[in-house]
T-cell receptor
Framework: QQPVQSPQAVILREGEDAVINCSSSKALYSVHWYRQKHGEAPVFLMILLKGGEQKGHDKISASFNEKKQQSSLYLTASQLSYSGTYFCGPQMKTSYDKVIFGPGTSLSVIP | DAGITQSPRYKITETGRQVTLMCHQTWSHSYMFWYRQDLGHGLRLIYYSAAADITDKGEVPDGYVVSRSKTENFPLTLESATRSQTSVYFC?????????????FGPGTRLTVL
């Protein structure tokens, strides 16, 4: 039931772009995205509620394709501060109060 | 201070002992959650609560007990700790209105069971 995230890990140089994908086998109501820096708690990035809707947070944006049960996180012109582990958290249509997080994608931005 | 706090931040215990991890939030959020985080597994939901006196199981509830007598507190008890329960535990809260709300995470408790 846990969603699949890809890639598992990625290393970028400052200024490069990255895409993190999240897919679920279940029909989705929404998708949450969080970032966790090493040794810290996860921090909310954004929630996507509607199919195809894109939201943005600084130079980080995301899309949600409800029909394909997929979401993608786009990091543009990456900065050192983007380093961390990114978790998607799909919320199933059958359970409005539970978010099942994916295993995470480790992203490292180097100078 | 406002926010969500967890105590203790670090705990070492022995197999078979009872351990209680505390979680306190000052926002009066209706929903509270307990997750464990292990390498390779991400964040796994243990239990959650929609309101005081309402709790429900998550993905990995075995070996854990929760209670919520007050809105602001959501303690997690390991009745008889096992080595497999060595993990980092995060508490979170949310005001949850139709799935559009953020979960706010506490700083975590690192638990080691010897």
């Amino acid at each position: 039931q846990q969603p699949v995230q890809s890639p598992q890990a990625v290393i970028l140089r400052e200024g490069e772009d990255a895409v993190i994908n999240c897919s679920s086998s279940k029909a989705l109501y929404s998708v949450h995205w969080y970032r966790q820096k090493h040794g810290e708690a996860p921090v909310f990035l954004m929630i996507l509620l509607k199919g195809g809707e894109q939201k943005g947070h600084d130079k980080i944006s995301a899309s949600f394709n409800e029909k394909k049960q997929q979401s993608s996180l786009y990091l543009t012109a990456s900065q050192l501060s983007y380093s961390g582990t990114y978790f998607c958290g799909p919320q199933m249509k059958t359970s409005y109060d539970k978010v099942i997080f994916g295993p995470g994608t480790s992203l490292s931005v180097i100078p | 201070d406002a926010g969500i706090t967890q105590s203790p931040r670090y705990k070492i215990t022995e197999t078979g002992r009872q351990v209680t991890l505390m979680c306190h939030q000052t926002w009066s959020h209706s929903y509270m959650f307990w997750y464990r985080q292990d390498l390779g597994h991400g964040l796994r939901l243990i239990y959650y609560s929609a309101a005081a006196d309402i709790t429900d199981k998550g993905e990995v509830p075995d070996g854990y007990v929760v209670s919520r007598s007050k809105t602001e507190n959501f303690p997690l008890t390991l009745e008889s700790a096992t080595r497999s329960q060595t993990s980092v535990y995060f508490c979170a809260s949310s005001d949850w209105s139709g799935g559009a709300d953020t979960q706010y995470f506490g700083p975590g408790t690192r638990l080691t069971v010897l």
